[in-house]
């Protein structure tokens, strides 16, 4: 068993470092080396950083599918909810976001930035009172985080007397 553990730190370590590559625009060379990984052994997180990488030369398609398997392999992989969420949200199926942005709440109520990828939805649908719920629920979490509490100011000052009304 620590020899199975020991490969699956190694497949982890070696994934997270091929997103280096994002920062230099290699993303080819991303997709290579992940996909060289994920060809010896399936891995949530190898999925996932994939996706990441087909993401961001804008290959949607593949973006869904190594997301898909991510979830598949590890259905409570929230990052791969977040990331498949954005991914929904860019393609215009804001229903189907929300539902992946409340998974990740779901299995990780505790990380603000799944509230505020929900809130931040919500505000585009102009679901106001939704949005402001999900920021003060990120604001308890990150009190201080300035971006939170000027999102809150704003949807406050948005809704005004209506504030009241659910």
Not at 102 to 126: D, F, G, H, V
């Amino acid at each position: 068993m620590q020899k199975q553990a020991l490969k699956v730190d190694e497949l982890l370590t070696a994934s997270f470092r091929v997103l280096m590559y994002d920062e230099m625009e290699q993303y080819t060379n991303a997709i290579n080396a992940l996909a060289n990984i994920l060809a010896n052994q399936s891995n949530t997180h190898g999925y996932n950083n994939l996706g990441i990488a087909y993401f961001e030369i804008g290959d949607y398609k593949m973006a869904f599918q190594c997301f898909n398997e991510s979830l598949q392999i590890d259905p409570k992989n929230e990052v791969a909810f977040i990331n498949r969420g954005h991914l929904f949200e860019k393609s215009g199926d804001w229903l189907a976001a929300r539902r992946d942005y409340s998974s990740a709440i779901e299995i990780m109520p505790s990380n603000p930035t799944y509230w505020r990828c929900r809130a931040y939805l919500y505000k585009q649908e102009e679901r106001w009172h939704e949005a402001l719920q999900d920021f003060l629920e990120a604001q308890k979490i990150e009190p201080l985080l300035e971006r939170t509490n000027r999102e809150i100011e704003e949807l406050k000052s948005r809704l005004g007397a209506d504030l009241q009304k659910p």
